[in-house]
């Protein structure tokens, strides 16, 4: 067979016979089959009034989740070829009334720059130009890459929607993530000038921000598989009355340190509600092109739009909507969705909890749970709406003032604070605990409403904002820091010497170790 | 509290999920997590069915089909006590695709398609099975059907590919260039459509643009091989032998396939070290002697090469039929009249010469094959037509070939258009 194996060769011979490749294997496409698509993947929506302004409604649309600060170099634009919309039903049927439309564009500004964003102090040299401190105009030279977008509202649906342009000849740009103090001194004065009014009450900010979602996803994934440090009663997933009442994390946030992009819009409720009625009904989705496959020429893609993604309750999708059919809900309507009825009234989640901690849970059907998929007076207070196909909507009662901070609760309507969730959802509200309670029953009365259910992650790593839009602004790459088990960032069981607490009510901020196993 | 743990991967899986799925993850971090669920709940099809479909990305990423095969064994497994689960065949199916089996993929993709008519993937696989069997139009509809369901990273490259085959490189390159913006969270698949989008700019003449995607699929996915065969090409095409040398020898190193052997083999001989190209060809005869230890009877790229050194001609033949048999789109036509060319049956090749052109792709190496046969059949317009066109795509598309063809057309006319 061979003269002679000569080093190289008996290398790849190694290579060849270790990992037989079948030599056919290149000669066929195997092109990627189910790429996740990221930046129509919307992580998180939002619908309160507020807060500064009870006339009004804020809702926001978070999308292209766990960005990495440090990601250079062109960070994270918005796709421009996909289609953002915010959409709300004020006639109880599940099907929009108004929505809101977001098209960005990217311009490259500096082409030969290798980065996105670079400036320095005064400019370097005639080089690098002066640090970025604003986003248009002298601040702006070193803004390689920027966004800006269009707003458009839409009355109605289909073909005899009524469409207006909310951008009103304004330039409306994107704010970049936050580079660093160098690139952008001072980063919230930046961010700020994203925070545009269109008139009529309404205003838009769109860019990249904090990731205002908390939760414990077991962030190193080969350790073991539960929490048993000291902050909990001894069985994972319940809490003891301490922890459930602190503001302070007994466990590391695995979002802590990582940005999102997020599309924010606030509009008068007078805008968005119908006949009288507050209670309004919201979702978000994205969407993409059809592109015919037999065509000549570039510069296709012009086809109808598709949806791709959708949302409305956070981890409905995922907690609730079984594997096989996770695909047909991302692409079908809310009006639609008592399709998937089966998996709202009979949750395996409901089950898993029975089994595992033996709390008896409402039996099947979870009629319980309706609020989540219809009209119900529990959020409405009004017995004139009526239910509405089942449907999964954001559904937010206009009329209840927005609680303040002093009284606002992670744990919202569970805890008596009836401004969040499932009335709306606010940032702050722990869907994760009120989406493990709420499925153990903690909407259906006593005695299901007394597990203290939780993932011991009661707060965001940085602390959000208390005007629009309501999010921390972006982390830094430079700055930002990922909790991790192990390192300081929970606890309020630590003192100091002199009993100080070290914890302040920012989870970051603590300086407990974060339990590991 | 035996279920503890699945409930806790349950609340932790629904909150991956919350970020866009287990994707996010990186496939090593992927593979993990699945194995731990299978570990505390092994009897969960959904479970065993995540793992499975891990190590099918793990496959994409490695080529090395020892994970092929781990998927298959634990789908069978799934199949066994769970005969009709949807995505236990889903995965079944694309297994049988990375095995070439074409056929069944066409009838297991219809038949799942009456119970599951919106299924994006099954359009996908369906499209793709026809695609390489050769019948365009039933893929051009499959693929309708899959940018219907879900426009983005997926469907996109494939209307790529369709519009490229059949001719059209303007389209190919728009749809593509949308495909790589849409682009997920595993970076391979980004880096796939960018080395694709690379080859059909090369295809197409425009070096410059193929580098830069080529080098862009580098940063997206450090140490995808053929990324690196992607610059080889470049810089072969710009005559930087040394630089092509470089990055093929690392393709190569990464996965050993049959065409970094080849490309490998010119270079030395044209950089003057015959020892070096001598191994490749050795290497060549490696990889043969295992395919037929294999039992394997098709190898249209294995055929081309061998046909292109001139040597193991009965042998190249042999893999060029047995290919034709079981497909004929335009890549095997292509490939087997190349083969029949060198075997001098020029009637043969010219026949199957004509079929490989009848899309108008714009595949320089399909035209330079046509001229050749057609020249050797004495049909001088017609090969200085072809040759001139192959050269007109990329006059540098391989440094051998493109010299000839130049040659093969001066000879022709007296002189170079």
Known sequence: MLKRSTPFLAAVLAALLGAPVPAFAASHREAPLTALDHPADITDFFAFVSYDDPTKVTFLLNVDPLLEPANGPNYFPFDPEVLYTIKIDNTYDAVEDISFEFRFQTEIRAPGVYTGFIGAGAGIGGVIPPAVTALDGAGAAGLSLRQNYTVTMVQGSGDTAVRTDLTGGKKLFAVPSNVGPRTMPNYAALARQGIFSLGNGVRVFAGTVDDPFYIDLGATFDSANFRTGAFFTGSPLIMTAADDASTLNSAADTVSGYNVNTIAIEVPISMVTANGKATIGAWGATYRQQMTVRSAGPNQGSGPWVQVQRMANPLINEVIIGTGDKDKWSRSQPKDDSQFAAYDLDPVLAKAINTVFGLAVPPAPRTDLLPLVQYTTAITGDSSIPAGPIADLLRLNTGIQPAPAASRSRLALLAGDNAGFPNGRRVSDDVTDIALRVVAGALAGPPYNLYRLGDGVNSNDVPYQETFPYVAFAQSGRNRRHVDPGEPGCGNAVQNSSNDVLSTSSGSLAQGPCPVN | ?417
């Not at chain 2, 893999?319 to 335009?330: K, S």
């Not at chain 2, 037509?385 to 598309?397: D, F, T």
């Open chain 2, 1 to 417: 509290m035996r279920n503890l743990p699945i409930l806790i991967l349950t609340v932790r899986l629904a909150g991956a999920a919350h970020f866009g799925g287990l994707e996010q993850l990186s496939t090593d971090q992927r593979i993990a997590v699945a194995q731990q669920a299978v570990a505390a709940a092994g009897e969960d099809a959904a479970t065993v069915n995540n793992l499975a479909a891990a190590y099918l990305q793990k496959m994409r990423e490695t080529s090395d089909f020892g994970y092929v095969e781990k998927a298959e064994r634990l789908v069978a497994k799934v199949l066994a006590t769970h005969p009709g689960d949807y995505e236990a065949l889903i995965l079944h199916t694309e297994a049988e695709l990375n095995r070439h089996h074409f056929a069944q993929v066409v009838e297991s993709t219809q038949r799942l398609s009456k119970t599951a008519p919106e299924d994006a993937r099954l359009w996908g696989m369906l499209g793709d099975a026809l695609m390489e069997i050769g019948d365009y139009d039933r893929a051009a509809s499959a693929y309708e059907q899959m940018v219907q369901l879900r426009p983005g990273l997926s469907s996109y490259n494939r209307v790529a590919w369709y519009r490229f085959v059949t001719g059209d490189a303007a389209g190919a390159i728009s749809a593509m260039t949308q495909a790589v913006h849409a682009a997920g969270a595993a970076p391979e698949n980004l880096a796939w459509c960018l080395v694709d989008l690379g080859h059909m700019y090369f295809k197409t003449g425009r070096l410059d643009e193929a580098q830069s995607n080529y080098t862009a699929a580098l940063e997206t996915f450090p140490g995808y091989h053929p990324a690196f065969a992607g610059l080889g090409r470049v810089h072969a095409a710009r005559h930087h032998t040394v630089e092509a040398i470089a990055n093929y020898r690392r393709a190569q190193a990464i996965v050993p396939l049959p065409e970094y052997a080849g490309a490998l083999r010119v270079l030395y001989l044209a950089a003057h070290h015959p020892a070096e190209a001598h191994q490749q060809d050795e290497l060549l005869d490696v990889i043969d002697q295992l395919a037929r230890a294999t039992a394997e009877k098709t190898n249209r790229s294995l055929a081309v090469i061998f046909a292109d050194e001139n040597r193991q001609l009965p042998r190249a033949l042999e893999l060029a039929q047995n290919e034709w048999n079981f497909r004929q789109d335009v890549y095997t036509y292509d490939a087997l009249a190349w083969v029949l060319y060198c075997n001098g049956r020029y009637a043969e090749a010219q026949s199957a010469a004509s079929k490989a052109l009848v899309q108008g792709t714009p595949e320089p190496a399909f035209y330079y094959h046509a001229g050749m046969i057609a020249a050797a059949r004495h049909r001088q317009e017609q090969a200085r037509e072809l040759l001139a066109k192959a050269l007109a795509l990329n006059p540098v598309w391989d440094p051998e070939q493109a010299a000839q063809a130049a040659r093969t057309l001066d000879a022709l006319t007296g002189s170079r258009p």
